[in-house]
């Protein structure tokens, strides 16, 4: 884009507009050490052709990996081409947050058919059309649970991402409740024991991420018994959702709400975002649950329209009925999501077969080393903990090879030091998984 600087005659009128005589009374307000006193040292100007040349040279120094064996709450997973085919349309793509609906069908079904398909895979009555991303929406889903029990404590497992427990622990300071912690056990998983003496009539919500942030295969069910035994909610957490697509879905095993990330439908790594909150609960949450809901219906000669039913957010409502004051949704990527979702189709199932039994073959390829180990028994998706000497030169190694490395857990559990999380999914071959074991095993001396 061309820039376009501003004439003399309207400097002048916005002076004038002012009360200000100059410029310089104009910026009076900022320190004189703070203005620049002469012109910028810019290289000369460049043409259109020249800039392109230089861009591309630039690109061209970026190490771009070959492969990434980390997972720990973003995956690398193959996007079918269609998706990008798909949101890349300018009625998807430049379209703003739809408040209204008669002008947004199209955007409006998009959201509608995410819905059905979230729902569906989560077991669960209702699901919003989205929200920021994992740990807001998990965040919001306990804050949700405490307003409708008016109970103050949250229990949540040790082994629920890290960053998903320092989000939940923002909004809980600001919601004024507690949160308490629930250890885990050799297995990985949490520990049911403590668990029953950490609920008690005071808890709103227990929280567990299944698969957890070890990639241990949680056992849900108990934990939701646990929890409505006490009066409390049941909150199942993910952070890969396509194991949505292998195991019972969280409303069949007893949870209240389904929370976590949907970047694996579709969504690139970005380098961190933007990434796409799912949030879905059973039908007593329909009118509690923040975001939108968008919503099918007919018009006055029958036809089939879409409308966003329900908006409890601050903008819409008198402040203090919202249910959140999350102001925006996710919506190219819960689009990119439901297009992603459409053309896997049931082959869903599939795919997160095979990620589990790519991180199988992973794990037990390493096995049998001198020196290296596997802290939990529990059965894994997706990643895996390796215990290991010195992680740090491992993950070097690699890097030199142009590949992503594990995850170092120490840095959020120092009492797992020595260890390294990591991922293999649908996109690793056999042979990548054999030349990163083969890295490894190297490194390791």
């Not at 040279?57 to 085919?85: C, W």
């Not at 990527?333 to 599939?350: E, F």
Request: charged content about 20%; proline content about 5%; some cysteine.
């Amino acid at each position: 884009m061309d820039y376009v600087p501003h004439t003399p005659e309207e400097v002048g009128a916005m002076l004038d507009t002012l009360g200000l005589a100059s410029l310089e009374e104009l910026f009076r307000d900022i320190p004189e050490r703070f203005r620049l006193k002469r012109l910028l040292e810019l290289p000369p100007p460049l043409t259109e052709q020249e800039t392109a040349v230089m861009m591309k040279g630039l690109g061209e120094e970026n190490r771009v990996p070959r492969m990434t064996l980390m997972g720990a709450g973003a995956y690398d997973h193959y996007i079918p081409s269609v998706v990008r085919h798909v949101i890349s349309r300018s009625e998807f793509y430049t379209a703003y947050t739809p408040y209204q609906a008669e002008i947004s069908q199209g955007i409006l079904q998009a959201l509608y058919e995410y819905q059905s398909m979230i729902a569906g895979l989560t077991g669960m009555a209702v699901a919003n059309a989205s929200m920021y991303d994992g740990a807001s929406a998990l965040a919001e889903a306990a804050v949700l649970a405490a307003r409708s029990l008016n109970r103050r404590r949250i229990a949540v497992a040790g082994t629920v991402h890290p960053q998903y427990r320092k989000v939940l622990g923002t909004y809980a300071w600001a919601n004024n409740l507690d949160v308490v912690e629930i250890p885990y056990v050799e297995t990985g998983r949490v520990d049911l024991g403590a668990l029953e003496d950490l609920v008690d009539g005071g808890t709103a919500a227990v929280v567990v991420q299944n698969p957890n942030f070890f990639g241990v295969v949680e056992n849900f069910a108990p934990v939701a018994a646990l929890a409505h035994g006490k009066g409390a909610l049941a909150i199942a957490g993910f952070t890969d959702a396509t194991s949505l697509g292998l195991f019972a879905p969280p409303g069949a095993l007893g949870a209240d709400m389904a929370a976590g990330e949907g970047q694996a439908f579709g969504n690139p790594l970005n380098f961190g975002g933007p990434y796409l909150g799912i949030l879905a609960a059973s039908a007593p949450f329909l009118r509690k649950i923040p975001g939108r809901i968008a919503g099918a219906t007919v018009d006055k000669e029958g036809n089939r329209g879409f409308v966003l039913t329900l908006q409890t957010r601050e903008q819409h409502i008198r402040r203090e009925k919202a249910t959140s004051n999350i102001c925006s949704n996710e919506s190219l990527c819960a689009l990119a999501a439901a297009v992603y979702l459409a053309a896997v189709g049931k082959n869903l199932k599939g795919l997160a077969a095979l990620n589990a039994r790519k991180a199988a073959f992973f794990r037990e390829n390493l096995s049998g080393v001198s020196g290296f180990g596997f802290p939990f028994s529990g059965p894994v998706y997706n990643e895996f903990v390796l215990k290991c000497p010195d992680p740090g030169s491992i993950n070097k190694a690699l890097e030199q090879e142009g590949i992503v490395g594990g995850y170092l857990l120490e840095k959020d559990y120092p009492e797992l030091s020595g260890t390294l999380l990591l991922c293999a999914t649908e996109t690793l071959s056999r042979s990548d998984i054999e030349r990163a074991v083969s890295i490894i095993r190297r490194a390791a001396g």
